[in-house]
Nanobody, 128 residues
Framework: QLQASGGGLVQAGGSLRLSCAASGRTFSSHVMAWFRQAPGKEREFVSTISGSGSATDYLYSIKGRFTISRDNAKNTMYLQMNSLKPEDTAVYYC???????????????????????WGQGTQVTVSS
């Protein structure tokens, strides 16, 4: 089970840190990811991290502003979001895939279908 938290209302330029706590099983051997869904839009990939935390990937538009990380001792993944923009407003979801390393296929590792476990979303609202 995955539980996302940390969302909220923030002004443009502000920061938030999302957390995704896993329970019921150990996810240290799982690739984990963040997706987001803005109102009226399809859910999109944001970032992913390998089981060890040594490899990451990001949606191009958030590179340099967001940082994904994980603490396997706490069975928790994070998304540090800085320099937030109104277009970052969305419900953010965490997900996990039963693979220890990132797929070499960009299409696969950024696809919702690659991930078997999903948490409920946490709302992030960025005001202008």
């Amino acid at each position: 089970q995955l539980q996302a938290s940390g969302g909220g209302l923030v002004q443009a330029g502000g920061s938030l840190r999302l957390s995704c706590a896993a329970s019921g099983r150990t996810f240290s051997s799982h690739v984990m990811a963040w997706f987001r869904q803005a109102p009226g839009k399809e859910r999109e990939f944001v970032s992913t991290i390998s089981g060890s935390g040594s490899a990451t990937d990001y949606l191009y538009s958030i590179k340099g502003r967001f940082t994904i990380s994980r603490d396997n001792a706490k069975n928790t993944m994070y998304l540090q979001m800085n320099s937030l923009k109104p277009e970052d407003t969305a419900v953010y979801y965490c997900a996990a895939a039963p693979h220890p390393v990132l797929s070499p296929s960009l299409r696969r590792r950024t696809s919702e279908q690659y991930y078997d476990y999903w948490g409920q979303g946490t709302q992030v609202t960025v005001s202008s």
